[in-house]
């Protein structure tokens, strides 16, 4: 029997049912615990800057209810710039080889070889950003590279657990076929474990996981979680070192721009390279809290002292109120503005591989 997607009647009632709590869902406590870092609270984690303010009911409301509508009666399409067939060719061979390379599959997955490791951070190969398959952010450019064709993945580290960087598809996926080590911030390794996932490390920002000699540490986001009406921050965000003998890369998953870079800089730079999100910064009053912008980008590729910025997180799944390619725009020419070469300032074509 052909199970038939919900009319766009019936969805728009199933986002009315919604969105009610999503002005006053329950959430964690607001006073950090004596003797804990400040980041925690009681049943979860804020973040510790006492200026963070995410924008108020009525801002998250209209923002949903309007791109919902967008998304039925004027979904946007968008045509990322994608590695050509030969380019693909040759880099299976850079991507099989020991040299330090790094694939953008699109949005904020990566696939990275570094000193022995193949690494994906945030993976998603599904259609849509959702918990749902026939409702949410849709895919507009396809996977730069075909699940099928991955090598064998060692470490899958997770920033957060929003359905952009976490799909529960493609890491069960992937713990499946590849059996990979998960790396995931603190809160996590009991989501993956319900969901049938159980080679899982945890932690908390500054700690570190070694394996085979690299280390990952997870390190300050500005940010929040959330994947149920019931869960709001009961998990930890967090932004990502990866140190190896050869390399250092930074990961930021989703962050707001923060007094944080700064600190992860002195304490674990230099990078060679920082992967940065550079798209989600429209409506301002909804997204500059938790993501940054184009500008912010650069200069937080600054303040954790990378030699090179890759933007990454823009041209994948339609999130925000930007025009789809206008993020790479601006990043150009914010790093023009403070003479980084463009070998200094990457944005890739989706599957698009170099070396680092």
């Known amino acids: 029997m052909t199970v038939r997607p919900p009319s766009p009647l019936r969805r728009l009632l199933i986002l009315a049912l919604l ?5 006053g869902c329950a959430g964690v406590g607001t006073e950090p615990i004596p003797g804990k870092p400040a980041h925690h609270v009681v049943g979860g984690f804020r ?4 200026g963070f303010r995410r924008g108020d009911a009525w801002v998250r409301v209209s923002f949903f209810v ?9 979904p946007r399409s968008f045509d990322a710039p994608r590695e050509s067939a030969d380019g693909l060719a040759a880099a299976r061979g850079l991507r099989a080889s020991d040299e330090p390379s790094i694939t953008w599959i699109g949005h904020a997955t990566l696939l990275i070889r ?3 490791l193949t690494i994906l951070t945030d993976p ?3 259609d849509r950003a959702s918990p749902f398959t026939f409702v949410g952010p849709r895919r507009l450019s396809p996977p730069g590279l075909a699940f099928e064709e991955l090598p064998k993945v060692d470490v899958v580290v997770i920033s957060h657990d929003h359905y952009d960087h976490l799909d529960i598809r493609t890491v069960q996926r992937l713990a499946a076929t590849h059996d990979p080590l ?4 603190l809160g996590l390794k009991a989501w993956f474990a319900d969901n049938g996932m159980t080679r899982v490390e945890e932690r908390d920002w500054w700690e570190r996981v070694e394996h085979r000699g690299v280390a990952f540490v997870c390190t300050p986001a500005q940010h929040f979680a959330q994947r149920t009406l019931w ?11 990866v140190l190896g003998p050869s390399r250092r890369l930074y990961f930021s998953g989703d962050t707001g721009y923060f007094a944080g870079f700064k600190e992860i800089g002195a304490r674990l730079g230099p990078f060679d390279l920082a992967a940065i999100a550079i798209g989600a910064y429209l409506p301002t009053a909804m997204m ?12 937080a590729a600054e303040d954790v002292r990378a030699r090179v910025v890759l933007g990454i997180h823009w041209g994948t799944f339609d999130l925000s109120d930007e025009p789809l390619a206008e993020p790479p725009e601006r990043m150009r020419t914010a790093a023009e503005r403070r003479e980084l070469t463009p070998e200094r300032a990457w944005i890739l074509k989706i599957g698009e591989t170099r070396g680092w």
Not at 19 to 23: A, M, Y
Not at 182 to 185: E, I, N, Q, W
Not at 288 to 299: L, Y
């Open 19 to 23: 969105l009610p709590p999503l002005g």
């Open 231 to 241: 869960d709001q921050n009961t998990r930890l965000w967090a932004t990502w070192a």
């Open 182 to 185: 998960f790396v995931v911030p």
């Open 47 to 50: 973040n510790p800057d006492p």
């Open 114 to 116: 570094l000193d022995g």
């Open 66 to 74: 309007r791109r919902f509508w967008q998304s039925i009666v004027s």
């Open 124 to 126: 998603n190969w599904s």
């Open 288 to 299: 500059r809290p938790v993501h940054v912008d184009p500008e912010e980008a650069v200069q």
